[in-house]
Antibody, heavy 120, light 107 residues
């Protein structure tokens, strides 16, 4: 059974940094490209970033303007999102997600339950 | 970026009703369209992929159709446990984009 468990959320002041983690189990993590997605209160889902299975490539939403960095440690089966210069509008539930079909890395078959980040 | 327009934003229906949600892409995405169910505090759940393929273990009352730019999602007989928000997502290209979501309630 695949499990993705996010952690690291909490209340942070504007301008500060925070690192989120996503611990993966039950999937071949080292073969899976992974994503971060967020949902602000009362809003829809927003894709944030993707990292390839080996960490050699990453892609970001233009709206992040270089403030966020996605990374991974395959030896620990863990995905990270380093967030800096946080703004109140970054307040959201942050989800990690991964593919359930190896040949479809952008199909989000598995999701975590999310971790809440409040910038205030 | 590919824009996904989903409608309606909310609906109320009776148990046993047929419910349909639509999603329109701003450009041709072939069949790279998925549908998810999201309940508060839970992980979103993949229901449909490749526009019409039912994910393993998902009840057959859920279905999807369409290709190109116009897609639909149907619950053939609404059940109480189907109360949730449903959203579409295109995975033709990055950035991945989502529909605005449809909140389904029981009348």
């Amino acid at each position: 059974q695949v499990q993705l468990v996010e952690s690291g959320g909490g209340v942070v002041q504007p301008g500060r940094s925070l690192r989120l983690s996503c611990a993966a189990s039950g999937l071949t993590f080292s073969n899976s490209g992974m994503h971060w997605v967020r949902q602000a209160p009362g809003k829809g889902l927003e894709w944030l970033a993707f990292i390839s299975y080996d960490g050699s490539n990453d892609f970001y939403a233009d709206s992040l303007k270089g403030r966020f960095t996605i990374s991974r440690d395959n030896s620990k089966h863990t995905l990270y999102l380093q967030m800096s210069s946080l703004r109140p509008e970054d307040t959201a539930v942050y989800f990690c997600a991964g593919p359930s079909i190896a040949v479809a890395p952008y199909l989000l078959g598995y999701w975590g339950q999310g971790t809440l980040v409040t910038v205030s | 970026d590919i824009q996904m327009t989903q409608s309606p934003s909310s609906l109320s229906a009776s148990v046993g009703d047929r419910v349909t949600i639509t999603c329109q892409a701003s450009q041709d995405i072939s069949n790279y369209l998925s549908w998810y169910q999201h309940k508060p505090g839970k992980a979103p759940k993949l229901l449909i992929y490749d526009a019409s393929n039912l994910e393993t273990g998902v009840p057959s009352r859920f279905s999807g159709s369409g290709s190109g730019t116009d897609f639909s999602f149907t619950i053939s007989s609404l059940q109480p446990e189907d109360i949730a928000t449903y959203f579409c997502q295109q995975y033709d290209d990055l950035p991945l984009t989502f529909g605005g979501g449809t909140k389904v309630e029981i009348k």
